[in-house]
């Protein structure tokens, strides 16, 4: 209708009727012909004011390969007011409420603070018997985005978005195998923490979540070869080496070691005694093909 008034009112063809074409009701033909998704556009503003006031919660699939721990899924939670993230992994979907419940209980010890609300999609994970249980016990008000509408919930997506990517670009930077996928993932998260900036507030998640400037000076590359040093010193010989080489994957949560892949056990153990040789990726020695064959 208003490009019909346009054509009118600037003479611009012959033959239209003298009319005042108003839109005036829901045209049906349009509609199914037309009709596409709402706009959703992002709000500038911080809608929350203190940690754990809003939770945003997913599942996501990062890859069908099974990781070295055996998982398949990772469970993101991210606090709205920080956008300090947590990275849960599991081996199946169901076990995502447990994740979350023992995680829960964690962060509100640690802050003083109860969790109010929580954002999620309405997939059967979240929707269940013992999410609205919990909830309904813990007085948390648990809200959903509508079928189809991640935009309802775009700071877990974009979240989501940016551990995949990064992930894959790490794997391939470093050319380890794909079931390295969890430790790449817990990696980059543990990172995001640190060195992202909240554009509103000009602080990293970690300062607004933890009330501190973060320390990254232990921040060592992924992938990289590292030394660590052999505690076993009585089975030590005299001449005998007194580190081993491993790969480096990332730094423990429970600690303050660094978590690396052992080649001769293959497991990922955590060490503090550890130096990082930055300049020199093991994973790009044809060595490691080999064992990977076999694992």
């Not at 199914?32 to 709402?38: T, Y």
């Not at 947590?86 to 209980?105: G, I, P, Q, V, Y």
């Not at 809200?143 to 990064?166: A, G, H, K, M, W």
């Amino acid at each position: 209708m208003h490009h019909l008034n346009h054509l009118l009112r600037k003479d611009l063809v012959i033959g239209i009727p003298k009319l005042k074409f108003e839109k005036n009701k829901v045209c049906e033909a349009c509609q199914k012909g037309k009709q596409v998704k709402n706009y959703f556009q992002s709000e500038n503003v911080v809608s929350t004011s203190k940690p754990l006031e809003l939770l945003h919660i997913e599942l996501f699939v990062p890859s069908r390969t099974m990781s070295l721990g055996g998982d398949y899924y990772g469970l993101v939670i991210v606090n709205d007011y920080s956008r300090f993230t947590w990275t849960l992994l599991s081996k199946f979907k169901n076990e995502a409420f447990d994740a979350f419940r023992k995680l829960a209980k964690v962060i509100q010890n640690e802050k003083g603070l109860n969790i109010v609300s929580l954002r999620s999609d309405q997939r059967g994970e979240f929707q269940n018997e013992s999410f609205e249980k919990f909830c309904e016990e813990n007085g948390i008000h648990h809200n959903f985005s509508d079928p189809s509408t991640p935009q309802q919930n775009s700071v877990v997506e974009r979240e989501n978005t940016s551990l995949e990517e990064e992930a894959r670009t790490l794997l391939n930077e470093t050319k380890l195998p794909k079931y390295f996928w969890a430790n790449v993932v817990h990696t980059i998260c543990y990172t995001l923490n640190k060195v992202l900036i909240r554009s509103i507030l000009k602080k990293t998640p970690y300062e607004l979540y933890k009330g501190r400037k973060p320390n990254i000076y232990h921040l060592r590359v992924f992938g990289c070869k590292c030394f660590v040093l052999n505690n076993c010193k009585d089975s030590l010989g005299t001449f005998d080496a007194k580190a081993y080489e491993t790969i480096f994957l990332g730094y423990s949560l429970k600690s303050k070691g660094y978590r690396v892949f052992n080649r001769r056990t293959l497991s990922v153990e955590e060490y503090v005694h550890v130096v990082c040789d930055e300049t020199n990726s093991i994973a790009q020695d044809s060595s490691l093909e080999d064992e990977d064959a076999g694992f």
